[in-house]
């Protein structure tokens, strides 16, 4: 059984699952909006693009989920996606998709977004990430699985973050940063340690990453030549970082991160 408030305002054709809360004051006005089943708005939600909102998540009050602040958006029928058990905190604010690619802006599963954090149009949240309070991420930024975002972080449109990911609080993020990485203020700072430690990875495991990152911070090389000595190894989580490295979009204006 559904709980909407009495005061709450939801278009006709807003499709509810089983024991969706919505609490007072919610404005739901997107014309094409799904809330899937044990989601709770607690209160003052704004909805109103085309959103698809998984089951288990729960969003609270003053977030808005609404068109993007792009001028190049011509009101193009766009979309945020969410999946399944996350939580977004007060004042959260979420932006469709434009004219791009999959015109989606998307959020996985098992994510934590707190206070006042921004998340533009045409960004890609994987799962199990945490975005930490006043963090901004402009339009079209990639967050792989197991990042944390520090707290008043601003992370540069177009930029890619790899998965395992420690983004120091109040950092610039004007690049891309590979897998298993600590970023402090604008730059690598080498390998995240503690986090590969707290998700089981091996010493074993974490020193062949070490080594990778110290042949990646050398400035005497180029990156094709770096790429080289790891394109054939057997190591999956080095074979992550080759991936990552050798797919990066071409892009003259965005190139990897600096390193300390």
């Known amino acids: 059984m559904n709980l909407i408030h009495p005061t709450a305002i939801i278009d006709k054709n807003v499709r509810l699952g089983k024991n969706v809360k919505i609490g007072a004051y919610c404005v739901l006005?997107?014309?094409?909006?799904?809330?899937?089943?044990n989601t709770e708005l607690k209160s003052h939600v704004y909805?109103?693009?085309p959103t698809k909102i998984g089951q288990n998540n729960t969003i609270y009050p003053f977030t808005?989920?609404?068109e993007p602040q792009d001028k190049k958006y011509a009101g193009e029928k766009t979309y945020v996606v969410i999946g399944n058990?996350?939580?977004?905190?007060?004042?959260?604010?979420?932006n469709n998709g434009t004219n791009y690619k999959d015109m989606t802006t998307k959020i996985g599963d098992n994510n934590l977004i707190m206070s006042m954090s921004h998340i533009a149009h045409d960004c890609k949240i994987g799962n199990d990430v945490i975005i930490s309070n006043g963090s901004q991420l402009a339009g079209h930024v990639e967050i792989h699985d197991n990042v944390i975002i520090g707290?008043?972080?601003g992370v540069l449109q177009f930029s890619i973050i790899g998965g395992h990911t420690m983004i120091g609080g109040m950092s610039s993020v004007r690049g891309h940063v590979p897998p298993f990485s600590v970023f402090k203020g604008d730059k690598?700072?080498?390998v995240n340690l503690i986090g590969l430690r707290r998700r089981g990875f091996s010493n074993e495991e974490i020193f062949a990453i070490m080594?990778?990152?110290?042949?990646?911070?050398?400035?005497?090389?180029?990156?094709e030549s770096k790429l080289e000595l790891i394109e054939?190894?057997?190591?999956?989580?080095?074979?992550?970082?080759?991936?990552?490295?050798s797919e990066l979009p071409a892009n003259k204006n965005l190139k990897l991160a600096d390193f300390w």
């Open 151 to 153: 707290g008043m972080s």
């Open 211 to 223: 080594e990778v990152f110290k042949n990646l911070s050398n400035k005497d090389t180029t990156l």
């Open 64 to 66: 808005s989920i609404s």
């Open 188 to 190: 690598i700072a080498g």
């Open 232 to 245: 054939k190894s057997d190591d999956k989580h080095i074979s992550k970082i080759y991936r990552f490295l």
């Open 47 to 49: 909805i109103s693009c």
């Open 85 to 94: 058990n996350n939580v977004i905190r007060e004042s959260v604010t979420i």
């Open 29 to 37: 006005e997107s014309q094409d909006l799904e809330i899937g089943d």
